[in-house]
């Protein structure tokens, strides 16, 4: 199979990192010929050519649409559309998402299928634009938490991926004041030193307040780590059974289960077992997500 791969260029988006490492997977792992086209870097340079042989064009994320839309034309191929969220307006952030999602609506029916990281996503993508989406539940980069044994350093950590409003990362630092260190990971982290931050902690925190999937709850739970995740509609979907991740409705209850895990390294040591396998055996990984992909796009082809 032959795809054009349209992206969200992770030189851009460091956050958006893990759509740059799917299409390598695609090509070294699984044997696709891939073409890949990251946006920010055809806004900069020009449109990169892609043979006209491509069987389909995948657009990652609807950012990447209107680009996408030029190559369907060009090339008369199959163009699926993924999802990752519909964004909102809450406390009053991610307008710039929310005017390039309004921006880009009356193009998505040029898309012939589509694909939403979630069921909750799937929900919005329907009533956003009336038309319904598969499910392929996305997830970590597992490889990069295969390295080896790191010492418990005794600090939480919190993976925001992003200082939108909705992020609500100062709630993790309101939660852990008094109790426990608390690293923040944001910004121009290696993916690398990422993965070695949240080897060496104690347990994750994750207090946004909207997600689509959420990936760092996956992160920690693939690095053995437990984590404190706010209740959201995509988090009981998805981690209702897990018993690596503690979900909670308010802050004085964060605190309480923080205090706990604190004083007991047994309990952490067999969450982080745990969420680790229920993880693993759901497929929530890149890994997995990359194969079911595969799958997905040669059924229509």
């Given at each position: 199979?032959?795809?054009?791969?349209i992206y969200?260029?992770?030189?851009?988006?460091?956050?958006?990192g893990?759509?740059?490492?799917?299409?390598e997977?695609?090509?070294n792992?699984?044997?696709?010929?891939?073409?890949?086209?990251?946006?920010?870097?055809?806004?900069?340079?020009?449109?990169?050519?892609?043979?006209?042989?491509a069987?389909?064009?995948?657009?990652?994320?609807?950012?990447?649409l209107?680009i996408?839309?030029?190559?369907?034309?060009?090339?008369?191929?199959?163009?699926?559309?993924?999802?990752?969220?519909?964004?909102?307006e809450?406390?009053?952030?991610?307008?710039?998402?929310?005017?390039?999602y309004?921006?880009?609506?009356?193009?998505?029916?040029?898309?012939?299928?589509l694909?939403?990281?979630?069921?909750?996503?799937?929900?919005?993508?329907?009533?956003?634009?009336?038309?319904?989406?598969?499910?392929?539940?996305?997830?970590?980069?597992a490889?990069l938490?295969?390295?080896?044994?790191?010492?418990?350093?005794?600090?939480?950590?919190?993976?925001p991926?992003?200082?939108?409003?909705?992020?609500?990362?100062?709630?993790?630092?309101?939660?852990?004041?008094d109790?426990?260190?608390?690293?923040?990971?944001?910004?121009?982290y290696?993916?690398?030193?990422?993965?070695?931050?949240?080897?060496?902690?104690?347990?994750?925190?994750?207090?946004?307040r909207f997600?689509?999937?959420?990936?760092?709850?996956?992160?920690?739970?693939?690095?053995?780590?437990?984590?404190?995740?706010?209740?959201?509609?995509?988090?009981?979907?998805?981690?209702?059974?897990?018993?690596g991740?503690?979900i909670?409705?308010?802050?004085?209850?964060?605190?309480?289960?923080?205090t706990e895990?604190?004083?007991?390294?047994?309990?952490?040591?067999?969450?982080?077992?745990?969420?680790?396998?229920?993880?693993?055996?759901?497929?929530?990984?890149?890994?997995q997500?990359?194969?079911?992909?595969?799958?997905?796009?040669?059924?229509?082809?």
């Amino acid at each position: 199979m032959k795809l054009t791969y349209i992206y969200v260029d992770s030189e851009s988006f460091t956050y958006c990192g893990w759509e740059h490492r799917v299409h390598e997977i695609l090509q070294n792992d699984l044997d696709i010929n891939v073409f890949p086209v990251p946006i920010h870097r055809c806004n900069r340079e020009g449109r990169f050519p892609v043979p006209k042989e491509a069987d389909v064009i995948f657009c990652s994320n609807p950012l990447t649409l209107e680009i996408a839309v030029e190559y369907k034309k060009r090339l008369n191929k199959l163009l699926v559309l993924q999802f990752l969220d519909i964004p909102i307006e809450l406390f009053g952030s991610e307008q710039w998402r929310i005017q390039a999602y309004d921006r880009v609506k009356p193009l998505v029916k040029y898309a012939d299928y589509l694909i939403a990281i979630s069921k909750f996503t799937a929900r919005q993508v329907e009533e956003w634009c009336g038309r319904k989406a598969h499910v392929l539940y996305i997830g970590c980069d597992a490889d990069l938490f295969e390295i080896g044994k790191i010492r418990d350093l005794g600090y939480a950590v919190t993976v925001p991926r992003g200082l939108a409003k909705q992020k609500n990362y100062q709630e993790a630092i309101e939660i852990t004041k008094d109790i426990v260190p608390l690293r923040v990971v944001y910004g121009q982290y290696s993916d690398i030193a990422k993965a070695r931050i949240i080897k060496s902690c104690s347990f994750g925190i994750h207090t946004s307040r909207f997600e689509g999937f959420c990936i760092p709850v996956v992160e920690f739970c693939v690095a053995r780590k437990p984590v404190i995740v706010r209740s959201l509609p995509v988090i009981e979907e998805i981690h209702k059974a897990n018993k690596g991740v503690i979900i909670y409705n308010d802050v004085e209850e964060a605190r309480r289960h923080i205090t706990e895990l604190m004083n007991n390294p047994s309990l952490r040591r067999k969450m982080g077992i745990l969420g680790q396998k229920y993880v693993r055996e759901k497929g929530l990984t890149l890994q997995q997500y990359a194969k079911n992909l595969k799958s997905f796009l040669e059924s229509i082809i």
